[in-house]
């Protein structure tokens, strides 16, 4: 079930949320909690529910490593750690990456296949969580969670999908004492429900009607055709993705939770390193936190060449992470060495790039890596970015002409333009997630963006979120 | 009179929240249930009461309204279908005199999205009659060719993007004083622009192997439910035929295998409208008819299908 489904939002939603305020007030947190994995299965469930025993064994096993880890001391204690890890890498890996692996290594090929298994639903952020969670159990930055906290923690609904990357600390002491919802935490949850959604069926959808016409056709794309897909795919996966975490955000505080955010206005940033400061914040953490820092930490001495190695290597599996797919390493590697050549310039260049310029760099920049991001294939990457700077053909359309029809121009422009102004010069969703701002200004403006949301919703068959397929 | 405190959210911040949580979501459910009630009186695809004996025209995206008018409106006030592409959307089935025959030709249509407007009809109706393009276009791709013609734009008929373009269309049609491009026999009133012809010697047609299977079950569907159908092989430039003949042979001799001895065949490439066929008038791009052939080819077949299924005309 999609957040963007009328199933989703005027079926589901609100019987779980008469629900769990039924349990949460009549009962115990326990009663609560139990309400919610049940809530959070069933949610997780109706999306393909053959995949939800993995989501419980994965859960279980966790639970137990987590458990085995807090009871151990010394060597055998890491010894869990490591086998608990390497556990849960195998586990995501037989899903991602098995026959990418098969595929492409030379003595392998066509002598073995995994079976094509379609990805289940955000194995790769309650892999990533619970990750984050056996390594701050290790370090003692958390407790062991009982098991209806760590069921309620992993399976939770709103992030279970796409995150936010939510670590234990923030979330599980949530559960534990229970919902604490209130009347101005249901206005931020509405405000940035409506702010999500439109961003998602508004502004995302139709952005990437634009992206979807030049992508499929990558090697027949004139210079204005590549330039305007790959804008339109780098704002498709902005506001589709910083559209789910607001929902995401916006749905848990309707429960009166807490999550962290996951986007900042990353077009805005003046380098590459403060994109990253902005852009899918929670995995961002995740890389430096349990990628970047233990690699940097292996070295015995640290250099700034040693820092930007670990810099590329990290980003190169955080690309990898994204799926079996080498478009998605190079898209890893082109930020990682970005990362690495900015860590050196802010030491070692004495030179200060005006804003301005800065702004326009980092923005191609993130533009360019997005093209491998979306493409299908490396060659088709590397088409679209020839066409980028190709001077044969400059301004055709001819090959948009095929998909794009040119009475729904307005319907796609209107909100394309609309969405990269809001998102250059506009106001950060993020302050609705502070403090609700309440005036009857804003609910109407909060009114109508769900009600053109719900048009735009009952237009077309609801699009899957970019980051499902992750 | 609305209560003058509906517009004061007060002082305190818990009871402002919750003023406020109520005014937008109330408000949302509200102007949500208008625009749905107002769309359902316009009712511009003729989905909603009694339908009967009125009339509703293409004002925008075909795909979607035929694909609409197959709910409600063809199945009450028509007798027959004419599933065909663009080749057959300028043929005015109105002139037809036996039947009320809704011509659900769409422009670059398969018989997959085709299927999806005669199943409806089939289904919700009693048509007696359905008449079937013979022709390559219509079986050389498989699928829908949009993301249009799917059940969830029924309910789009209460407030979609699609329908406020039908609107906007309406409402610059009557600015404009213009009349619409379709009539209420889904005839489109159009001539493909003069141009040379680009035809391909070839020894034969491509075509889906799934829309052959369509194109079976939907013949198989209509046999079901009593409906007479007729197959009709539309008019081919003398000198395309010439070139892609042999083509063309196969393709019929295949096609026509699909249909049992009783259901008749109409080819439109006889001798009767040869001296048509030879005016490359008549075919400006070479494959569609001018207005003017259509009319004439519509006459054939409404004195066909009167002779055909022995109904004085």
Known sequence: MLFNSFQFLCVFLPIVGAVYYYCARHGSARIAQICLVIVSFVFYGLQKPVYLPLLLASIVANFLFGRGIARLAGKRRKQLLVVALVANIVFLSCFKYWNLVLRHLPYLQGKFHFPDWELPLGISFFTLQQIMYLVDCYEEIVPANGFLAHAAFVSFFPSVASGPLTRARLMVPQLISGVSSNAPKISQGISLLAIGLFKKVVLADSVGRIADAGFTVPGSLSALEAWASSLSFTFQIYFDFSGYSDMAIGIALLLGYTLPINFNTPYRSLSITEFWQRWHITLSQFITNYLYTPILRSFRKITLVKAAAATLLAMTIAGLWHGPSFTFVIFGLLHGIALAVNQVWRRKARIRLPGLLSWILTFLFVNFAFIFFRAPNLAAGLQVSRALVSFHDLFTLKAFAGSIRMIEMPVICVPAIAGIIVALFGENSNVFALKPRITFSTALVISLLMLISFIFMNSNVAKEFVYFGF | ?313
């Open chain 2, 1 to 313: 009179m609305l209560p003058r405190s509906l517009f004061i959210l007060g002082s305190d911040w818990n009871a402002r929240c919750r003023k406020w949580n109520w005014i937008v979501l109330s408000s949302v459910c509200v102007a949500a249930v208008i625009v749905a009630a107002g769309n359902y009186c316009v009712n511009i695809y003729g989905l909603f009461g009694d339908i009967k004996g009125k009339q509703f025209i293409v004002y925008d995206n075909e795909r979607t309204t035929k694909y609409l008018f197959s709910y409600k409106y063809i199945p009450a006030n028509f007798d027959g279908l004419l599933i065909g592409s663009s080749i057959s959307a300028n043929w005015d089935t109105r002139k037809i005199s036996s039947f009320r025959i809704y011509n659900a030709s769409i422009d670059g249509a398969n018989i997959s999205e085709e299927t999806l407007i005669a199943d409806n009809v089939l289904q919700k109706g009693r048509p007696k009659i359905l008449l079937v393009l013979i022709f390559p276009y219509l079986t050389e791709t498989y699928g829908r060719k949009s993301r249009y013609m799917n059940p969830q734009e029924y309910w789009g008929a209460l407030g979609s993007v699609q329908l406020f373009r039908v609107y906007f269309s309406k409402w610059l049609l009557s600015v404009r004083h213009e009349a619409g491009e379709f009539n209420d026999f889904g005839y489109k009133n159009y001539e493909v622009p003069h141009r040379d012809p680009s035809w391909i010697k070839r020894s034969e047609f491509f075509a889906d192997p799934q829309s052959l299977q369509e194109y079976r079950d939907l013949l198989q569907l209509a046999r079901v439910r009593g409906v007479r159908i007729v197959g009709i092989i539309p008019p081919i430039e003398m000198q395309r035929l010439k070139l892609e003949g042999r083509a063309f042979d196969i393709y019929h001799r295949n096609l026509r295998s699909f249909f049992l001895p009783d259901e008749p065949i109409i080819d439109l490439n006889g001798p009767v409208l040869d001296q048509m066929r030879k005016n490359k008038d008549n075919f400006p791009d070479g494959y569609h008819l001018s207005k003017a052939a259509a009319d004439q080819v519509i006459g054939v077949i409404d004195a066909q299908l009167a002779q055909l299924l022995r109904i004085p005309n």
